[in-house]
Every structure is written in structure tokens, then in C-alpha cells.
């Protein structure tokens, strides 16, 4: 019992420093352009918001360190953060674009570097890969959201078609199953941080812009279609069971498998 204390004291450790250096980012954000209380309100409600329910997760996976794997995820996590702040702000001033794209390119480059370090230091764990979805989720949503006062409210859809699946997963079960591995699937999920960065960077004529934008809606409603529909196809086998719990039988101690493959998305 104590060492596990031990642990769990390290591990909010970890998760206190995550948002120590969130706020710290926040402050040269501020400094360097003048963020006003819209970029300091979301920018700080983003870090507590990490720190709280990253701190719960661990605290209920019982993991006996953090590690490096997650610390980059968690530096990736403090970008996005930064870009939140960055996208908040600029409803209320002219966008600092430079800045925005900075944070998001590295953000982006950093993108499945976590999974490789995992995987080179036998770190790998359900967390892990659930924390770096939800990143990615969230940086997509916010630069959608950035990407749509330009381009207009529907853009917006691109950053909430996976939090709509996951709500319609709760309604219909059969969506909780795992999906098979597929390229075509993370080739779409790298195209959208790319796209949306693309327009948000504003160094192409608008029409361009427009086209690039609705290239990645295209192929997301697309990968997400033919993912639903293969699931509805396979929702039961022949001896009447769910596809969920014949898949399952093949993954055992990976409770999360339909989430490591969305998050490939």
C-alpha cells in the first residue's frame, strides 16, 4: 500500500509539473503579444482541465511510473494548450498567426513520436495511447474552430466528427467495437492537422484554402463512413455473438482496443 502511494505521489507529481509549464508557456504567450482575458481564461481552464482528469486516469490505472512516452504526449498536450489560448484570443484581436502555426507545426511533428518512444522503451500502455487520441481529438477541434471564422461555421465539423461518433457509440453499442488496422484510416488522420494548418497559415489564395478544407471534411466523412458501415455489416457473427466479444477474445488485456485504433483517426 505505501509503495503504491509512493507511486501515485509521483505520478501527480508529474501531472502538477505538466501544468506548471502550461501556465508558464501562457505567460511568454502573454508577454510576448498581449494576450487578452479570452486567451488567459481558456489557456488556464485548459491546464486545469488536464491536470484534473489526466491526474484521475492515472490515479485509477494504477501505472507504477509516468514515462516517457507520456511526458512527450504531455509536452504535446501544453502545445495545444498554447494554441487553445492562441485561437480564444484572436476573437477578441487580430490572430497571431506566426505564433498559432509555430505551435501547432511542432505539435504536429510530434505526432506519433510518443508512440515510438513507447514502443523503444516498453512503456506502452491503454493510457497512453488514450491520452495521445485525446490530444490529437482536441487539436483538430481547435484549429477547426480557428480554420471556420474564415471559412465558415461548417468547417467546424471536421473537429466534431469524432466526439459525434463516440456520443452515438453510447446510443448504439454496436459502434464500440473494434476496427481492423488501416492505412487508409491514418493517412486521413495525419491529412487533417495538416489541411487545417495549411488554411489557418493563409499563404494560399482563398479558393485554395476552400479546396484544401473540403478535401479533408471529403475524407473524413469517407473513413468515417466506411468505418461505421463496416461495423454495422459486422455487428454480429454467425453463432450470434458481437463482433466485440469475438475480436475481444483475440485482444485480451487490451480494454482499449477500439481506442488504440481511433486513434490512429
Same mark, same amino acid.
Given at each position: /500500500? =505505501? ?16 501544468? @506548471?509549464?502550461?501556465?508558464? *508557456? ?8 498581449? /494576450? ?6 481558456? @489557456?488556464?481552464?485548459? %491546464? ?15 501505472? +507504477?511510473? &509516468?514515462?516517457? =512516452? ?20 484572436? &476573437? ?6 506566426? *505564433? ?23 512503456? +506502452? ?18 484549429? +477547426? ?10 468547417? /467546424? ?7 459525434? &461518433?463516440?456520443?452515438?457509440?453510447? !446510443? ?16 486521413? =488522420? =495525419?491529412?487533417?492537422? !495538416? ?25 473524413? !466523412?469517407?473513413? &468515417?463512413?466506411?468505418?461505421? %458501415? ?9 453463432? @450470434?455473438?458481437? !463482433? ?22
Amino acid at each position: /500500500m =505505501a509503495l503504491n502511494n509512493t507511486y501515485d505521489a509521483r505520478l501527480q507529481q508529474e501531472t502538477a509539473v505538466g501544468a @506548471g509549464v502550461q501556465i508558464l *508557456l501562457l505567460a511568454l504567450l502573454g508577454s510576448a503579444i498581449g /494576450m487578452g482575458p479570452a486567451g488567459w481564461l481558456t @489557456g488556464l481552464v485548459f %491546464a486545469f482541465a488536464t491536470w484534473a482528469v489526466l491526474s484521475r486516469a492515472l490515479h485509477r490505472s494504477r501505472l +507504477s511510473s &509516468f514515462g516517457p =512516452a507520456n511526458r512527450v504526449t504531455l509536452g504535446r498536450a501544453t502545445l495545444v494548450g498554447g494554441v487553445t489560448a492562441l485561437v480564444a484570443d484572436s &476573437f477578441e484581436s487580430a490572430p497571431q498567426v506566426t *505564433l498559432l502555426v509555430g505551435l501547432t507545426a511542432v505539435a504536429l511533428l510530434l505526432d506519433g513520436v510518443d508512440g515510438k518512444v513507447a514502443r523503444r522503451t516498453g512503456t +506502452s500502455s491503454a493510457l497512453g495511447a488514450r491520452f495521445d487520441m485525446e490530444v490529437d481529438a482536441f487539436l483538430i477541434l481547435v484549429l +477547426s474552430v480557428y480554420v471556420s471564422t474564415r471559412l465558415g461555421p461548417w468547417v /467546424m465539423l471536421i473537429g466534431g466528427m469524432r466526439y459525434a &461518433f463516440v456520443a452515438a457509440a453510447r !446510443v448504439a453499442p454496436w459502434l464500440n467495437a473494434p476496427l481492423p488496422p488501416s492505412f487508409a484510416r491514418k493517412t486521413v =488522420a =495525419a491529412l487533417q492537422g !495538416v489541411c487545417l494548418l495549411l488554411a489557418g497559415a493563409e499563404l494560399l489564395p482563398h479558393p485554395a484554402n476552400l479546396a484544401v478544407v473540403v478535401l479533408s471534411l471529403g475524407s473524413l !466523412v469517407w473513413s &468515417f463512413g466506411r468505418d461505421v %458501415a463496416w461495423l454495422w455489416r459486422n455487428s454480429s457473427t454467425g453463432d @450470434g455473438r458481437s !463482433v466485440a466479444e469475438g475480436v475481444g477474445e483475440q485482444v485480451v488485456g487490451e480494454p482499449l482496443v477500439r481506442e488504440l485504433e481511433l486513434a490512429a483517426r
